[in-house]
Nanobody, 124 residues
Framework: QVQLVESGGGSVQAGGALRLSCAAS????????MGWFRQAPGKEREGVAF????????DYADSVKGRFTISQDSEKNTVYLQMNSLKPEDTAMYYC?????????????????WGQGTQVTVSS
């Protein structure tokens, strides 16, 4: 079991910023992918960003490109999601997840371990 502990959520006004953190008990696995997902009220869960813990490669949902940045600190076994220029439509529960995939992807299928979620609320 991979243990994931998320933090950094909160309530901000539109245009604000938050940085989410996800600390993993297991991190440096071959072909390991760390994904950030979110689920807004009344919507399905969607992929936001991923990073390959092996290569550092990343990708983002179109809706967050240019505003969100995913990064990793291998020494701390931690993945971050820097969220800038937040919009009300970014309001959601945000989850990090681990997948053993090649290549990494934003789709949920294949991500095996999930964090508890952290709430992000953006007011207008």
């Amino acid at each position: 079991q991979v243990q994931l502990v998320e933090s950094g959520g909160g309530s901000v006004q539109a245009g604000g910023a938050l940085r989410l953190s996800c600390a993993a008990s297991v991190y440096n696995y071959p072909n390991n992918c760390m994904g950030w997902f979110r689920q807004a009220p009344g919507k399905e869960r969607e992929g936001v960003a991923f990073i390959s813990t092996r290569s550092g490669g990343t990708d983002y949902a179109d809706s967050v490109k240019g505003r969100f940045t995913i990064s990793q600190d291998s020494e701390k076994n931690t993945v971050y999601l820097q969220m800038n220029s937040l919009k009300p439509e970014d309001t959601a529960m945000y989850y990090c997840a681990v997948g053993f995939l090649s290549p990494c992807r934003l789709a949920e299928y294949g991500y095996t371990y999930w964090g508890q979620g952290t709430q992000v609320t953006v007011s207008s």
